[in-house]
C-alpha cells in the first residue's frame, strides 16, 4: 500500500510522519539492514534479521534518490565504527600516535578491528 509520508533522518533513525502531523507515527532503526536502489526514483530498506520487513521509497527525482540512499548507508553505527577505525589508523600513520590515547579509550574492543557487537 502506497501511502505519503514525510521522512527525517536522525543519526541512525529514519523518523516518518504524516504530511499533516508533526509528531513521527514511527521510526526505523538503521542498523542490520540493506539500502537498495530499486527503481529510477524507489529505493528500499529491508532487515537482514527480518527479510519479508520491507520499506520502499519513492523521490521526486533520480538524484534526490541516489543523494537517499548514500546519507542512509552512512547512517549506521557500523559504518561510522569502520570510518572511525580507519582514521584512527590513518592518523596514527602520519604522526606515530594513537589519536583515541589522549582521551583513555584506544584499548577499549568497540575501536578495535575485531570486536563485533559490541
Not at 536502489?37 to 521526486?60: G, L, M, Q, T, W
Not at 543523494?67 to 569502520?82: D, H, I, M, P, Q
Request: net charge negative; proline share 3%; charged share 35%.
Amino acid at each position: 500500500v502506497l501511502k505519503k509520508r514525510l521522512v527525517k533522518l536522525v543519526v541512525n533513525f529514519l523518523f516518518y510522519f504524516r504530511t499533516d502531523e508533526a509528531e513521527p507515527i514511527g521510526a526505523l532503526l538503521l542498523e542490520r539492514c540493506r539500502i537498495t536502489k530499486e527503481e529510477e526514483n524507489v529505493f528500499s530498506i529491508s532487515f537482514i534479521e527480518e527479510p519479508e520487513r520491507k520499506y520502499c521509497f519513492e523521490c521526486a527525482t533520480e538524484e534526490q534518490c541516489q543523494e537517499w540512499v548514500e546519507a542512509l548507508k552512512r547512517a549506521s553505527y557500523e559504518f561510522l565504527r569502520r570510518s572511525l577505525i580507519f582514521y584512527r589508523n590513518e592518523i596514527q600513520k602520519m604522526t606515530g600516535k594513537d589519536p583515541l590515547e589522549q582521551y583513555g579509550i584506544s584499548e577499549e574492543a568497540r575501536f578495535q578491528l575485531g570486536a563485533h557487537g559490541q
